[in-house]
Every structure is written in structure tokens, then in C-alpha cells.
């Protein structure tokens, strides 16, 4: 039997106790989940189909909206700097979504292997738990300390260190690629920790024995980690990808701290320049419409994952 074979037939769950059901009294189930349909009516429902009106009016946010049809949509498909911002989160989706979800994938099976096994209780915990530092720390605090250490200029760290070896000081976040460059290096400092805490749980859940078969069959490290690991934790895996992707197509934090969609519009995402159409501009219905667009493609991509999550599942329930 293979290993993936091996590993599969250990996680495959047919015998999951069954949620009792009782025919009387089953409408008070919907009582508990009023709470949350009202809160879901209230901050989800009704401020979505608010910003659906408006994509259909032109307001500048004081007095009363004024209806001018699919105008919005018409600017909004000869908008270069629309598309420039959807073409801006492929580069979020790589620094957000692959790097973070590869990297953490083995960093995660190296500290559960190597970590694990070599420096155990609060050593093991303290090395584990630097990873995730990045993900506690304020979007603010990292745009600011990044923004000191790239400063034009004789004044930022990066440039004193260059300066040390007689290179010229640079202009990091005022010229392209060196902007959009930093600023993924950032968002894969900050989401690195998100997919390593996440592994790191999946990876508790791993038979030991699934291991030590593969060793005495002859298996390497990386055969182990291909056909063991990654087939375990595969359902983890989708989540953290799905989660990533939603988080990076909405980037905004990040983007506003350190190069606000600068220079030039090299960096601009569509929630940054949703906001600007919002808030400097004051076109609420132009922003309106392209956070609609993002909203809309954020579903999309969500039901795209789920069903295929659901699909491999399916299948592998199934033998196949």
C-alpha cells in the first residue's frame, strides 16, 4: 500500500457520531440562531444592498442620492486604473496566498519533525510561537517601523547599511519595482505566522506510526512530507489558501501605512482605491461600485474553493 494510500485510509471518518434528532421541539432551535440572523440582516444584508443602490446614483455623502443608471458600470469598464488595481492583487495574491501557504507548509513540517522532536516544552513552544508574532502586531506599527527602515534618503536604516559598503541611498517606495517589491516582503512577513500556527495544529492530529512505516520502508523526508503530510492536512490547507486569497484580494491596511497605492498607482488595490473614490474624492457611488465588483469576486473565488474542496472530498471518500 503507498504511503498517500496509507495516510488517506487513516483520516477517512465513517463512524462520525450522529447529531440526535428529535421531532418535537426542533423550532427552538431557530430561536438560538435569531441572534445571528439579525446581526447577519443588520451588518451583512442591509449595508450590502445599500451599496448595490448606490452603485446606480451619484452621491457626494450629504443630501440625497441621485439615480444616473448603469453609468458607474460604464466608467468603471474603460477605467484603467480600475484594472491596473485588479491586475495589483495578483501580486497581493502571490505575497499573501503562495509564498505564506508554501513557506509555512515547511517551516510547519520542520519545526513538527525537527523542533518537535529536538527542543521540547517551553523552548519548543517559545520557537513556535515567534512565527506568529507578525500576525499580532498592529498593520500600523508594522507600516511605521517598515517606513523607517526604507526612508529615502540618507535617513532610512536600509540606505545607513547600503551607505557601509558605498552604495548610493535609493528611493525604495518612490520608484517601481522596488515599491510593490517591499510591500510584499511585508505582507509575507505579516501572514507567514497565520499558515504555520494553523499546519502546526494540523500536524498534531498526524499518526506517529504513518512516520515511522514510511522510514522503514525506505522513505525520505520530502517523500514523507509529500505523500504524508501534505495528504493529512490537505482540508487545512484549502482553508488557509481560501482565508489567504479573501484577505488578499481585500488588502488595505498594509497598502494605506506604507506606499498608500503609490507611485503612480503601482501599488493600488481596488479596496485602497474604492476608499479613495469614497473619501477624497467624495464619488460614493463610483467607490460604491467597485467595492461591489471586489464583493462579487470575493464570492466567486469563495464558492469556486468550497466546491472543489467538496469535489476531493467526495472523491476521496469514494476511493477514487
Sequence with gaps: MSLT????????????????????????????????FLLLLIIVIVPLVWNVYLT??????????????AANWIKLVGDEAFWTSFLNSVWMVIAMVIVPTIVGLLIAALLFDVVGRKFVG??????????????ILPVAVAGIVIGW?????SDGALNQLLGGIGIAPYDWLGQMPSALLVLM?????????YPVVVFM?????????????????????????ASITVSIIRPEIFVV???????ALKVFGPVYVITRGGPAGATLVPSYYAYQEFFTKRDVGYGATIATV???????????????????????????
Design 241 to 247: 489558501t481560501l482565508t489567504c486569497t479573501i484577505a
Design 149 to 153: 527602515i526604507v526612508r529615502p534618503g
Design 185 to 193: 516582503v511585508v505582507l509575507v512577513w505579516v501572514q507567514i505566522g
Design 5 to 36: 494510500a496509507r495516510a488517506r485510509r487513516t483520516r477517512v471518518i465513517d463512524d462520525e457520531p450522529a447529531i440526535p434528532q428529535r421531532g418535537r421541539g426542533r423550532g427552538a432551535y431557530w430561536l438560538y440562531l435569531l441572534p445571528g
Design 294 to 320: 471586489l464583493t462579487i469576486l470575493v464570492v466567486i473565488v469563495s464558492i469556486v474553493f468550497i466546491r472543489v474542496q467538496n469535489s476531493l472530498e467526495r472523491k476521496e471518500r469514494a476511493g477514487l
Design 56 to 69: 446606480f446614483t451619484s452621491w457626494k455623502g450629504v443630501r440625497a442620492p441621485t439615480f444616473i443608471g
Design 122 to 135: 517551553r523552548v519548543g513552544s517559545f520557537l513556535r510561537a515567534t512565527y506568529y508574532l507578525p500576525q
Design 201 to 225: 495544529a494540523a500536524l498534531q492530529r498526524v499518526d506517529p506510526e504513518l512516520y515511522e512505516a514510511a522510514e522503514l520502508d525506505g522513505a525520505n523526508w520530502f517523500q514523507r512530507f
